[in-house]
């Protein structure tokens, strides 16, 4: 059985930095495409950051590119450094897993099979 379970998730004033952490139990994160999802209230979920090892691939929204940055280390562990967090960035944000690799949509929810149970971040200005 597949588990993803995120942490790290709190409340910062612009400016801040945050480090959300994805543990995997049931799959070998080096073997998957993973990714960080975030919603925020009333709005759809949207793609934040994915990446593949296997297809050795990294993409990122252009909203927080040179800001985030998603990695994978021999822990089965995913993270996703946030720096120079701003408010729209506020939101519940979310691990996402899947076993193929989505080049041209990689963005779309729909494309991932697992999903962690969300860890929200507050970002005030």
């Known amino acids: 059985q597949v588990q993803l379970v995120e942490s790290g998730g709190g409340s910062v004033q612009t400016g801040g930095s945050l480090r959300l952490s994805c543990a995997a139990s049931?799959?070998?994160?080096?073997?998957?495409?993973m990714g960080w999802f975030r919603q925020a209230p009333g709005k759809q979920r949207e793609a934040v950051a994915v990446?593949?090892?296997?297809?050795?691939?990294t993409v990122y929204d252009d909203s927080v590119k040179g800001r985030f940055t998603i990695s994978q280390h021999n822990d089965n562990t995913v993270y996703l450094q946030m720096n120079n967090l701003k408010p729209e960035d506020t939101g519940m944000y979310y691990c996402?897993?899947?076993?193929?690799?989505?080049?041209?949509?990689?963005?779309?929810?729909?494309?991932?099979?697992?999903w962690g149970q969300g860890t929200q971040v507050t970002v005030s200005s």
């Open positions: 049931g799959i070998t994160v080096s073997r998957n495409s």
């Open positions: 990446m593949s090892i296997p297809f050795r691939d």
């Open positions: 996402a897993a899947d076993r193929s690799w989505y080049a041209g949509s990689w963005y779309r929810p729909a494309n991932y099979n697992f």
